[in-house]
């Protein structure tokens, strides 16, 4: 694993995005899929009708970030892009299912949240033994469905080169995302001081206001995918996995404040948590959304094969700018000065996403 150590030509990222493009359809997309079936076919198994519905809608309507999330396996070499395929969908789906299961309200949501969350921990940690996940959620009948995503993600890692070098970095992500879950949760029930308060020394540290820290938190499962991944080279530093760690923790803040910024209206009809609401105008939201896309692909020019790095953070913004939501007025006018910063790199990956998003409409 080279590293650059400066900046990154567009002619870099172009030949990235090419290479990143002809694995992702030769060796990756169709693994994702033959693993998004299994888990769907599992997942309407379950007896619960509650956790059953969790699940089947998450896989149904977020397969698209599972899908998005397997482009990073492209950075691994091709003997271990099959298993990290494998863990990366599991990771992904449990993710996403337990996104959904700890949004029910329950008596005591952060309790109940981080037990479900201990699920991340057990696949991280080899020979930890599974726990009752459900312990304090009213529905606990899941088939055994997220038992075989632990078990599934965990022996998917076993064979990687780099991962006891990886692993302790890969676990303190798990822990932001799962402790910023449970927070933004049980913000209806127990208010929104207490995600300020546990988030803003931690954003002080990395000069970030305190809920663009808690934003990057939630969506960290993205630097864990990017730790695996590099867990699958055996030059990886536990240097290089903090750089990573950072350089996607700001990637991740951005992803969250672009999903909250797109479904805006959707949010504000539903009462829901808004990241994006906490900016005083439309005008910061947009100044501060573009610095943390300049920091967060500075952050890449010491990683290795940081090109790769460019692309995959221009791509995870294209993915929610190419929504057909982001042609809003206010959306445009928020992130076009996101746009620019990651010019010219974001446009090859708009055009594609677009096309992308056509064709499954129309599938």
């Known amino acids: 694993m080279s590293r650059a150590g400066g900046p990154v030509s567009s002619g870099d990222t172009a030949a990235a995005f090419v290479i990143a493009h002809a694995r992702y359809w030769l060796t990756v997309?169709?693994?994702?899929?033959?693993?998004?079936?299994?888990?769907?076919?599992?997942?309407?198994?379950?007896?619960?009708?509650?956790?059953?519905?969790?699940?089947?809608?998450?896989?149904?309507?977020?397969?698209?970030?599972?899908?998005?999330?397997?482009?990073?396996?492209?950075?691994?070499?091709?003997?271990?892009?099959?298993?990290?395929?494998?863990?990366?969908v599991a990771l992904q789906v449990m993710y996403d299912y337990l996104d959904a299961v700890t949004e029910q309200d329950v008596d005591r949501p952060l309790r109940n949240s981080r037990q479900l969350f201990r699920s991340f921990a057990v696949v991280l940690t080899p020979g930890e033994m599974p726990v009752d996940y459900y312990r304090y959620h009213p529905q606990h009948d899941d088939g055994g469905y997220l038992d075989a995503l632990v078990a599934a993600a965990g022996n998917a890692l076993v064979g990687l080169p780099a991962l006891p070098v990886v692993l302790p970095i890969a676990r303190g992500a798990a822990a932001r995302f799962a402790e910023a879950q449970a927070r933004s949760h049980a913000v209806p029930r127990e208010g929104v001081a207490q995600l300020e308060q546990w988030a803003q020394q931690p954003a002080a540290d990395v000069d970030l206001w305190w809920w663009e820290w808690a934003a990057g938190a939630a969506a960290s499962v993205l630097a864990l995918h990017a730790l695996l991944c590099a867990a699958a080279d055996w030059r990886a530093t536990s240097r290089q996995a903090a750089d990573i760690d950072h350089a996607y923790l700001l990637a991740s803040t951005l992803t969250t404040l672009l999903d909250s910024l797109i479904d805006d209206e959707q949010d504000t009809a539903a009462d829901a948590h808004r990241y994006i609401a906490y900016y005083p105008s439309p005008r910061v939201a947009g100044c501060r959304m573009s610095t943390v896309a300049r920091r967060a692909v500075a952050a890449t020019r010491d990683l290795p094969r940081a090109a790769h790095h460019v692309m995959t953070i221009a791509g995870i913004a294209a993915f929610y700018l190419s929504s057909p939501k982001a042609r809003n007025g206010t959306v445009l006018q928020v992130a076009a000065s996101t746009t620019d910063v990651l010019k010219p790199t974001i446009g090859p990956a708009l055009r594609a996403l677009r096309l992308w998003r056509r064709v499954a409409r129309q599938a």
């Open 29 to 88: 997309a169709p693994k994702v899929r033959s693993e998004l079936r299994r888990w769907y076919g599992h997942a309407e198994a379950i007896s619960d009708p509650t956790l059953r519905r969790c699940a089947a809608d998450k896989l149904r309507d977020e397969r698209a970030n599972t899908e998005a999330i397997a482009t990073l396996c492209t950075l691994a070499p091709r003997r271990h892009r099959g298993a990290l395929v494998v863990a990366a």
